[in-house]
């Protein structure tokens, strides 16, 4: 009879554990992706930058036009609300003359689809195809990825060569490892769709990096920029910045550091 108990109480907990990973694994794109998805009224000072992709979709971004002599930094932004929020950062760049395109994602900011990591690339592969259309090599293209955008970056860079720079601000080394301290009791090695394996490609990045990130980070652990840091060939650079979480490395003079690495 006791027996019979047990039986049935580690049947109950077993089905509850797989109703709860089943839960995870069919909505984990709810739980990764957090987007915006009202279209942004821009303003007079940024020109909307629209992109077809490969799929079929017409994506939409801003572009602060800078001088003729300086590269554009063509941002990638984190994972919450949308293109528009970045504008401040974006005007830091745009005041010493660089060029800044905000990038804008599927399913976020108005536009169509819905978030993925290979959608992300298909998105991050026309801006850059129409940044060339309107002249720009990639020596004049620096890359910048925010949180979730450092590995749609790093892919970029992965799949071409010679870029002006790669920034990463709070990089993970993927998306899996990020998630398995989250939910260590799921196996999320073998259940995510969307990896972002930074880690995998950065030792075949040919193109100068710049890692910021900030000791206090509690969304994206400080250690997982310190080991793609590690894997990634030369020339590199990591920025640490002691009093700073994940979203406010800039008020900790984040702008002035990479300044100095990139003029």
Excluded: C
């Excluded at 109480?9 to 089943?22: E, P």
């Excluded at 026309?126 to 293209?141: P, T």
């Excluded at 910048?144 to 709070?170: D, H, N, P, T, W």
């Excluded at 000791?215 to 590199?236: C, H, M, S, T, W």
Aim: aromatic share 16%; proline share 4%.
């Amino acid at each position: 009879m006791r027996l019979k108990k047990v039986i049935s109480t580690l049947f109950w907990i077993v089905l509850i554990y797989a109703v709860v990973v089943g839960w995870l694994y069919f909505t984990q794109r709810a739980l990764i992706y957090f987007p915006d998805t009202q279209k942004p009224i821009s303003p007079k000072s940024v020109e909307e930058f629209s992109v077809q992709t490969e799929d079929g979709l017409e994506i939409t971004g801003w572009y602060i036009e800078g001088q003729k002599n300086k590269p554009v930094i063509l941002y990638f932004h984190g994972n919450a609300l949308s293109h528009a929020d970045r504008l401040p950062t974006a005007f830091i760049y745009a005041a010493q003359g660089y060029s800044v395109l905000l990038a804008g994602y599927r399913g976020y900011g108005g536009n169509p689809g819905s978030p993925s990591e290979e959608g992300f690339y298909e998105d991050a592969r026309a801006y850059l195809k129409v940044l060339k259309e309107k002249g720009y090599q990639n020596s004049d293209i620096i890359l910048y990825g925010e949180s979730l955008g450092s590995g749609v970056a790093v892919q970029m860079a992965y799949e071409e060569k010679s870029f002006r720079a790669l920034i990463l601000e709070a990089p993970y080394t993927s998306i899996v490892d990020v998630a398995a301290t989250r939910f260590f009791w799921v196996p999320v090695r073998y259940l995510m769709k969307d990896r972002y394996d930074s880690y995998s490609k950065i030792s075949e990045v040919k193109t100068p990096l710049i890692i910021l990130h900030g000791r206090r980070d509690l969304v994206i652990n400080y250690r997982f920029g310190q080991k793609l840091y590690e894997k990634a060939g030369k020339p590199k650079e990591f920025l640490t910045f002691d009093k700073a979480g994940h979203n406010d490395l800039y008020v900790y003079g984040a702008a002035e550091r990479i300044f100095e690495l990139i003029q």
